[in-house]
């Protein structure tokens, strides 16, 4: 039977959504049904309903969430009573190593997740300009984490 798994981004230039659709085509290969959705036209309660997460984003200005994306941000990020202990998750962060807050935003999903009370069950990986390989890394390192969860649970 195929598990749902929720796959969130937040783009400007197209770059995260190009990530979390190839995650999207690697989940569906490995048996899950994964749901994708734009941080620019979801709510943070779409995080209540899943148990697996993956969220995919870029940094603009300085250290902010993509356009469009500010009030999804808002939501988890500076929601200090949101509960989030049933949600176990993974993040992969675009940025430019040449701006002084590298990442920021993907970190910031990151320590926000982990402060609801969700399991963070993949290492957030840091995208510099050159994200293609890493971002394939990151694929394969989460699905094998939950390949293995799985045949534990068989
Ligand atoms: C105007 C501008 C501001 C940016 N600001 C940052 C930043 O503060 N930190 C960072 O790590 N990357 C920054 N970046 C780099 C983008 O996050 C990076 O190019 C990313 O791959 C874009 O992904 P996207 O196409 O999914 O939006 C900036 C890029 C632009 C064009």
Redesign the pocket.
């Known amino acids: 039977m195929s598990k749902p798994l929720l796959i969130l981004?937040?783009?400007?230039?197209?770059?995260?959504?190009s990530c979390a659709e190839k995650a999207a085509s690697v989940a569906r290969q490995r048996g899950y049904d994964p749901v994708l959705e734009n941080m620019m036209d979801s709510t943070a309660d779409v995080l209540m309903q899943f148990d697996t997460a993956l969220l995919i984003?870029?940094?603009?200005?300085?250290?902010?969430p993509?356009d469009g994306t500010e009030n999804f941000y808002e939501q988890v990020v500076n929601h200090p009573r949101f509960r989030l202990e049933h949600l176990r998750y993974s993040v992969l962060a675009?940025?430019?190593?040449c701006?002084?807050?590298?990442?920021?935003c993907g970190k910031d999903y990151d320590e926000a997740l982990e402060a609801h009370g969700a399991t963070r069950f993949h290492t957030r990986v840091d995208?510099d300009?050159d994200?293609e390989d890493p971002c394939d890394a990151w694929i394969e390192g989460v699905f094998a984490i939950l390949a293995e969860e799985r045949l534990l649970a068989a």
């Open positions: 981004f937040g783009t400007f230039s197209g770059n995260s959504e984003t870029s940094t603009y200005g300085d250290g902010d993509p675009l940025g430019d190593s701006y002084d807050r590298f990442c920021q995208c300009i994200y």
